[in-house]
């Protein structure tokens, strides 16, 4: 790999594992507090499944030259963090948890099923191994957006208002990264923009078939996006939300900063 | 020594205190049962470790997994609406005991002598 | 048969070792006795996952962070069967936690305390769940097949959770002058109601003998505080950590620890609900529960109007 490759991986890695993390943190915020007992033990099964995940991406970082993964996650301020804003919103009602993690997902499941095809080997067997793991969260998820999109009069709503309201955010999940085109011309990572119409693809006939409004339409054979995504995070550029996370995850550390290990 | 006065976030207490007092409404519901059965290898049979609350079987065996199969093996599982499970009834183990001898279903019940020549 | 010779077979099969199943003759105490105990269990479970819950988000390293919400999880699982195996008695889960959410039911004491610092959830992990595990090890032989079952799979994770408080605080002993501060006032303040987590003294316990009796429970609240005692205080005067009673002792004779008495006053005041969090615990709880109706509801009409595949 040249030097700018793997300046340009590295960077990528860090937008993957930082999303990873960060709505991994989020979802664990359900944890002990979820709508009923089983969904609340299955949920936090994923939240943790998530932080794997970003565990793996950030070792596969730290072994490219990065920092060791405790330092990244718990030394960095926000404006290095590469997450997209999408997974720093604050956790909402469980209709927008849930319906973020089903456009979460069903974007991981795209990328990764990309990404288990990389010319970097590492980067493969990870990515083989996480979408394991993301086949549980697909079912979960659809299994559950479904039934809560045509519960309820009360339920349909939550559903449609989370859906609506997320839908541009999830966009900025396929928000395009410093060296991009580096990596998609060396067969290491899909390109954004393919990944972005995969997505569109899976979701939006399904979210129809639920009885959902999608903020996007049919032309030919493409879905065209209604609403204006949401960007910045890729870049560095977060909202308030993200603060609040890091001042939580830096109360102890900042209490003691002689302290070596916890 | 520090003391944070620790107030978490995500756990919403003002919000929940506010609620605290106001009555529950009359009907709640957890959901019907269902038995979950785990098989922890091919070839070996299915087990029943427990019961997971679930509007249908598909949520049922969704919620299983996470709730049943945390740490141990498993290749396959069920899952039983328990009112569909049928039992003799729990007093009347007598009825599986034998009181008059029945070894001779068994291996002790034959004790063979060497094979003798002639 | 009459009463009399029910309850008579009832008794012979718990002296010869035998569990009970739900379907099996009981005496009503025994079954409303069993009832309190495992749904006041499964009770102190779902609060439990709450003081702890609370650090999650500040938990100060990756793999505390997923340890921690591992633990929380099993916690709530523990829950989970708990209830499940009242359920056999023949209460509902709906019932249950109403009597929870109405404060009819009692949960264990030891929760309705603040976890303030770090050290404080490290020293839950270790000592609260190393205390439960005394407990616990013991209901495995209970009389009630449903609830020694349930204790089974609860055991076996109890292990991971000692395990993990015990290496928190390691962690914390070996570190800082003002991450050891951190345990000893932990140690401080947790201390005593440690020492009300088994229970009140045996001549203040109200319904211990036929609940021993029908092995309901197999040892008093006494006995558990003793064990507890024998297996923890080497541990933590290891450390280098001070007990904060001075009269805390044990007699080679006697083979027996003797100790300040923990304030009993103070814990009917915790358990009728005038402990510092009572009110805090619950109303998170109550919150959770009503932010949760709706999906229950919405999932609930979905198989009644028959759109499940």
Redesign the interface.
């Known amino acids: 790999m040249t030097d700018q490759q793997t300046t340009a991986l590295s960077t990528m890695l860090l937008c993957l594992a930082d999303d990873e993390y960060i709505i991994g943190h989020r979802m664990s915020e359900w944890t002990g507090q979820g709508p009923i007992i089983e969904e609340d033990i299955a949920f936090s099964s994923m939240a943790q499944d998530e932080l794997g995940h970003a565990l793996g991406f950030y070792t596969l970082l730290h072994e490219l030259g990065a920092d060791d993964p405790d330092t990244l996650v718990f030394t960095r301020d926000a404006s290095a963090y590469r997450n997209s804003i999408f997974t720093e919103q604050p956790r909402g009602d469980y209709a927008w948890s849930m319906m973020r993690q089903f456009l979460y997902d069903g974007a991981e499941t795209e990328r990764l099923g990309a990404l288990a095809t990389s010319a970097f080997e590492p980067l493969r067997d990870l990515a083989v191994r996480m979408l394991q793991e993301e086949r549980y969260h697909w079912m979960h998820n659809a299994t559950f957006v479904r039934r809560l999109a045509l519960g309820t009069e009360e339920s349909r709503l939550r559903m449609q208002s989370a859906l609506t309201e997320a839908f541009p955010f999830a966009l900025g999940l396929f928000e395009p990264y410093d060296g991009e085109e580096l990596l998609v011309a060396a067969g290491i990572a899909p390109a954004e923009d393919h990944l972005r119409r995969r997505w569109l693809d899976r979701m939006c006939p399904l979210l129809e078939e639920y009885g959902l409004k999608v903020p996007a339409h049919r032309d030919g054979d493409n879905w065209r996006v209604d609403a204006a995504p949401v960007l910045g995070g890729r870049q560095g550029r977060h909202t308030e939300h993200l603060l609040g996370i890091l001042d939580a995850m830096h109360v102890l550390r900042s209490a003691d900063p002689d302290a070596v290990n916890w | ?6 107030t ?6 003002d ?6 007092g106001t009555p ?2 009359e009907h ?4 019907p ?1 269902w038995e979950v059965f785990v098989q922890a290898k091919r070839g070996g049979p299915h087990v029943n ?11 049922a065996l ?2 299983a ?3 049943f199969i ?2 141990e093996p498993c290749v396959n599982l069920w899952i039983v609406n328990t009112e569909d499970i049928h ?1 003799t ?3 009347d183990d007598a009825l599986f005991q034998y009181t008059f001898d029945r070894t001779y279903r068994n291996t002790t019940g034959f004790k063979l002598d060497k094979p003798t020549a002639e | 048969m009459t009463d009399d010779e029910l309850l008579a077979r009832f008794e012979a099969r718990i002296d010869r070792g035998e569990k009970i199943e739900p379907g099996d003759w009981m005496p009503e105490r025994y079954r409303s006795g069993l009832i309190r105990m495992i749904s006041q269990h499964a009770h102190s479970e779902i609060i439990g996952a709450l003081p702890e819950g609370a650090w999650i988000p500040y938990a100060p390293t990756l793999k505390r962070k997923m340890t921690l919400i591992a633990k929380v999880q099993d916690e709530v699982g523990h829950g989970q069967m708990l209830y499940r195996a009242a359920e056999t008695l023949g209460i509902t889960r709906e019932e249950m936690i109403d009597q929870l959410l109405t404060g009819k039911a009692t949960y264990s004491n030891v929760f309705n305390y603040p976890a303030e610092t770090w050290a404080d959830v490290a020293l839950i992990g270790w000592l609260i769940d190393g205390a439960a595990i005394v407990n616990q090890t013991k209901l495995l032989l209970g009389s009630y097949g449903p609830y020694a079952r349930a204790m089974e799979r609860i055991c076996f994770e109890e292990g991971f959770h000692l395990k993990q408080g015990y290496d928190a605080i390691c962690v914390l002993m070996a570190g800082t002058p003002s991450q050891r501060a951190m345990v000893q006032d932990a140690l401080n303040r947790w201390w005593w109601p440690i020492m009300m987590f088994q229970g009140p003294r045996d001549k203040d316990s109200v319904h211990s003998a036929e609940l021993l009796r029908w092995k309901v429970k197999i040892k008093t609240n006494d006995e558990l505080r003793q064990e507890f005692l024998t297996k923890f205080v080497p541990k933590i005067l290891a450390f280098g950590l001070v007990i904060p009673d001075p009269e805390l002792r044990f007699h080679e004779e006697t083979k027996e620890w003797t100790f300040t008495e923990p304030d009993w006053d103070e814990f009917k005041r915790v358990i009728r609900g005038g402990g510092p969090m009572n009110k805090e615990r619950l109303g998170v709880r109550r919150l959770a529960h009503e932010s949760g109706r709706w999906v229950r509801e919405a999932l609930d009409a979905f198989v009644r109007e028959g759109r499940a595949a």
């Not at chain 2, 978490?8 to 207490?13: A, D, K, M, S, T």
């Open positions: 020594m520090k003391r944070w006065n620790f978490p976030y995500h756990q919403q207490i919000e929940g205190l506010a609620i605290l529950l409404p709640d519901t957890q959901w049962e470790v427990g019961a997971v609350h679930a509007p249908d079987p598909e949520m969704l919620l997994k996470e709730n945390r740490r039992a009834a729990s007093e």
